[in-house]
């Protein structure tokens, strides 16, 4: 990783923050990168003690929620199936969380880890033998570049989904999601940014979490595929897509 004359990074996901540490580049998480103490890219969510600060997301309380969530769409849930990139070790605690999350609902996991754009094929082919109740997706790069494709199947195959995050998921004709608000945290990444520009060292600028989190729900994506969603369910949301 190259950062001559950089004062700076922005940056979203595991992978790259890691690399941003092995570099020693002043960094500012916005989005996606797990747990930052688990992962040890930092000593603490209080003192970073590094060259990164920026914006956490809460693994434990989010999968709960979002499991619940689901179960609330879908009451009838024995199985989810579970999509995520096996490489990104932020996103495979993230997966192992939800995990555990599904079965203290009394739900059974269907396991999809991906690595590459092919192995899509496979998970495809997995859901096809044993259909799963409701898929979700945890983001990262690779499963966000290739999320139109699930989203895909899911509408084809009436079942319901649940993605992190409306942008670009839900936007994009995925049925639903459960996240942080993402303008408030590169409003507030952007602001960690100002004060690491004006002299502030990364190591002594606390985690920040999310003040807000949203329901969104794609009802034009349920007409078309036939997906039913309990009105209760639907009343929740903090926004509806028609």
Known sequence: MKADQVDVIVVGGYPTVLA?????????????????????LIDSLA????????????????????????KQAVPKMQRVAMLWNRD??????????????????GVAVQALGVRAPDDFNGVFEAMDHD??????MVADALTTLNRKR???????HHIPALYEYDVPNVHDGGLMSYGPDLQESMERAAELTARILGGARPADLPFEEPNHYKLVINLKTAKATGIELPANFVALADEVIE
């Open 20 to 40: 941003c540490k092995v570099a020693n580049v002043p960094t500012v998480v916005f989005i996606g990168a797990g747990d930052p103490v688990a992962t040890h």
């Open 131 to 136: 259909r799963p109740d409701a898929i979700f």
């Open 47 to 70: 003192h970073p003690g590094g060259n990164i600060t920026g914006i956490s997301d809460n693994a434990a309380s989010l999968a709960t929620k979002r499991l619940a969530l689901i």
């Open 150 to 156: 699930v989203i895909d199947y899911a509408g084809a």
């Open 88 to 105: 990104d070790l932020g996103m495979s605690m993230r997966y192992d969380t939800s995990s555990d999350a599904a079965r203290s609902l």
